[in-house]
């Protein structure tokens, strides 16, 4: 058993595994259910200049900031990407992923399609794309509903654009629907744990294999 148990610490190259959906197909929900049950992947905390809904804490969900503020980040170059969506601008800060990486750190990013093919012109290995569709229109509808925390134009404003989000489902290497939450849940995380063994993303397979073969 001892050599299966030091293969389960050979080095690996950190992730950038995002996450999108028209809005109320369950990305947010299902980000928190994976940082809670996984320990090696955090959240890349996006700023955004709309205002926090009840509940949302600054620098956990998002780091809400001003317009002044969000075009000082821009201008100083702050961002790996950023986009506007629903009137609002939102972006990625560079922190320190890239370093970050190297030592095996995954990060989950909630982010919309714009940001997506950002980063996958940045830095295409390191990412991997899960897309989240809902199991319909209404029940969408519902979502957002039940969520209480827009008004209805808001509602009828994502509804309207769902469709334009849906249509780049294609661009993702995984698509998943949220139906029951559980179910969904256990596909993204073994989408999660296959890509974490890809041979590439193992750095330390070379001295483990070359010891092996002695
Ligand atoms: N490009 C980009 N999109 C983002 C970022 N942060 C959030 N988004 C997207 O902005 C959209 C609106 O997010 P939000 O207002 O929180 O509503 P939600 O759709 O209900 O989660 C979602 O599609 C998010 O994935 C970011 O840093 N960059
Ligand atoms: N599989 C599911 N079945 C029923 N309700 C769900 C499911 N997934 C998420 N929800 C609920 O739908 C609403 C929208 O989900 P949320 O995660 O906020 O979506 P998004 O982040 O994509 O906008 C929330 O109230 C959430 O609790």
Known sequence: MGDFQSTDKLARRGLLFILSSPSGAGKTTLSQMLLKADEEIKLSVSATTRPPRPGEQDGVHYHFVSDAQFDRMVEEDDFYEWAHVFNHRYGTPKGAIREALKDG???????????????????????????????????????????????SDVIDDRMERARAEISHWAEYDYVVVNDSVDECFDRVREVLDAERMKRTRQTGLIPFVRELMG
Not at 113 to 141: M, N
């Open 105 to 151: 750190q995954d990060f989950l990013f909630d982010i919309d399609w714009q940001g997506t093919q950002q980063l996958k012109q940045k830095d295409d290995q390191d990412v991997v794309t899960v897309f989240v569709l809902p199991p319909s229109l209404d029940e969408l509808r519902r979502r957002l509903e039940s969520r209480a925390q827009d008004s």
